[in-house]
């Protein structure tokens, strides 16, 4: 069965139950997944409750049941139970961005409102089986004329310009990343100048091509 790495916002409720006098609510949200448990801020006096809180839980079985209990905080009773939601995670590739609602029941099917939850789940990294390999899983190149160029000086190596380069390999970035579009380099002015779309970025990419050796 596979392992999943998810963060589950808590966004508000809606309309919950009164459970003040049949007034208002204090409510607060108990949520359990796979052994493990997660308690929300109360928000005073308030059937649309805003929380906002996110829940961050790692190796978490596929198909598992988000249980989620809404309560009402009292200061000199036992808290009142108002209602629970069940919500099953059935992918490992929500991106967090929509936000889902589903009904508060009570024990008696009874509707009492509504949550709003967002939810980004992704195979868990811990379980991802990387391949190997006898290689090396970094390369290093260093070239003097791409420093020159780029005003790039590596102490480390020698009072030359240089400028280094790494190239690795990598694998299951979907899984990490999921679909979210990465920005590399972009501050970086050396790797502007090389990787730029210009005529000298383009001169420069095949001189350094030219130098190296593998």
């Not at 036992?78 to 939601?85: F, S």
């Amino acid at each position: 069965m596979s392992q999943i790495d998810a963060s589950i916002t808590f966004c508000a409720g809606s309309n919950l139950k009164a459970g003040d006098l049949g007034v208002s609510s204090d409510p607060f949200l108990v949520a359990r997944i796979g052994g493990l448990f997660y308690m929300t801020q109360v928000v005073p006096r308030t059937r649309n409750p805003v929380w906002n809180e996110s829940w961050e839980i790692q190796n978490v079985t596929l198909n598992s049941n988000l249980d989620i209990e809404v309560w009402d905080k009292d200061s000199f009773l036992p808290n009142d139970l108002l209602g629970k939601v069940k919500v099953p995670i059935t992918s490992s590739e929500l991106d967090g961005q929509q936000a889902w609602s589903f009904e508060v029941k009570q024990a008696n099917g009874h509707s009492i409102g509504s949550l709003t939850l967002k939810i980004a789940t992704r195979l868990s990294l811990s379980v991802i089986q990387f391949p190997t390999s006898n290689k090396r899983a970094i390369k290093i190149h260093n070239s003097n004329v791409a420093g020159t160029v780029t005003g790039s000086y590596h102490s480390a190596l020698s009072n030359l310009p240089t400028y280094r380069a790494y190239s690795m390999d990598m694998y299951h970035v979907g899984a990490v990343f999921l679909n979210k579009y990465q920005k590399w380099n972009e501050n970086y002015k050396a790797a502007k100048m090389i990787f730029g779309n210009n005529p000298a970025s383009k001169v420069l990419r095949q001189t350094i091509r030219s130098q190296h050796t593998g």
